[in-house]
């Protein structure tokens, strides 16, 4: 099976599909002679209900990016993308305000998310202000059930985001993400900025939370291990683009791409050190054919050099953009 990977909005059971989305900036100003850089390129992803996606890739590749885009915070250059089988950028008005209730962000840094002059509860109680209009008593009632369902207790209410410690912030974080009983979490590096003794217990957190609530979430990171444990379907990202996309067992036991395979082989293993050579990303610029990881992968072929490889099914589940596969 060999068939070039495509999406139709509505046609599946997808909460989210991006379909050949791409991104561009400007680089040097709006002036002559600006250079305009492909922040992604063709990407095509699905987020299925109540399923967890991770997305993968080294710092720079173009995750966050892609995150605002779904969150309609950036626009794209190209493509679209679906939310129950509808354009998020057709919405207009109410429809704007009605999308964003059905999404949640978890930020990497809540210490800088979270306002610092508004107590926990002014936090919690912000959303309920915005999309709905509850009195003052139900509102509290609701922040409390939110700092339940995170595992705070009700005595923070009253404390400001510097007096709390940097899990306490997260749980506070997920706890404003979860607040409209959204059906997408897209949680952008949620544990990154977390000492190591804490990420367990808030990837525990959202684990189940998605389950109690029946959520489906985009997961973000550029950790293996943590993507691994989150996610029932895993995307590679690599210089803009999805390089690899399968089951994530699969992925793990029988990586395609050559740059998911050096990605594993960097991991460390019990009494062994890695030889993998840190890979830096490139930003792929207008103008250029080439796999965009044509200058640094192990088993290059000539035809890498001139054209891109675009991403194709070749079993079940499993997508990939290699031109040595396409040759076997």
């Avoid at 510097?162 to 706890?175: C, W």
């Avoid at 999805?242 to 998911?260: C, M």
């Avoid at 293993?269 to 992968?297: H, T």
């Amino acid at each position: 099976m060999n068939s070039t990977f495509a999406l139709v909005g509505g046609m599946n059971n997808y909460l989210i599909e991006v379909k050949n989305l791409g991104k561009e900036f400007l680089q040097g100003g709006f002036w002559e002679g600006a250079m305009r850089v492909r922040a992604l390129q063709q990407i095509n992803l699905q987020v299925e209900a109540g399923k967890t996606l991770g997305l993968v890739g080294e710092s720079g590749c173009g995750k966050s990016t892609l995150a605002k885009i779904i969150m309609r915070l950036e626009y794209p250059t190209q493509g679209s993308v679906f939310f129950e089988g509808q354009d998020i950028f057709q919405l207009r008005g109410k429809e704007i305000a009605k999308y964003r209730r059905q999404l949640g962000m978890i930020f990497q840094d809540p210490l800088s998310s979270i306002n610092p002059r508004h107590t926990v509860e002014e936090t919690l109680a912000e959303p309920f202000l915005i999309h709905s209009a509850h009195c003052r008593k139900e509102r509290t009632t609701r922040v409390l059930n939110l700092l339940a369902a995170v595992g705070l207790p009700a005595d923070i209410m009253d404390s400001y985001p510097h007096e709390l410690s940097g899990g306490q912030r997260q749980r506070v974080g997920i706890a404003r993400a979860i607040a409209m009983q959204p059906k997408l979490l897209v949680a952008d590096e949620p544990v990154s900025s977390l000492d190591v003794s804490v990420r367990a217990q808030i990837l525990n957190l959202l684990k189940d939370i998605q389950e109690k609530f029946s959520l489906s979430s985009l997961f973000i990171s550029h950790d293996l291990a943590v993507v691994r444990f989150m996610s029932d379907t895993i995307a590679v990202m690599y210089a803009g683009t999805i390089v690899e996309q399968a089951n994530s067992e699969d992925l793990f036991r029988a990586p395609r791409h050559p740059y998911t395979r050096l990605l594993l082989d960097s991991l460390p293993q019990m009494g062994q050190m890695s030889s993998c050579i840190p890979l830096k990303a490139r930003v792929a610029r207008e103008g250029q054919g080439a796999c965009p990881f044509y200058g640094s992968c192990p088993s290059v072929l000539d035809l890498c050099a001139v054209a891109a490889p675009s991403l194709r099914q070749v079993a079940d589940g499993h997508f990939l953009a290699c031109h040595r596969y396409d040759t076997r």
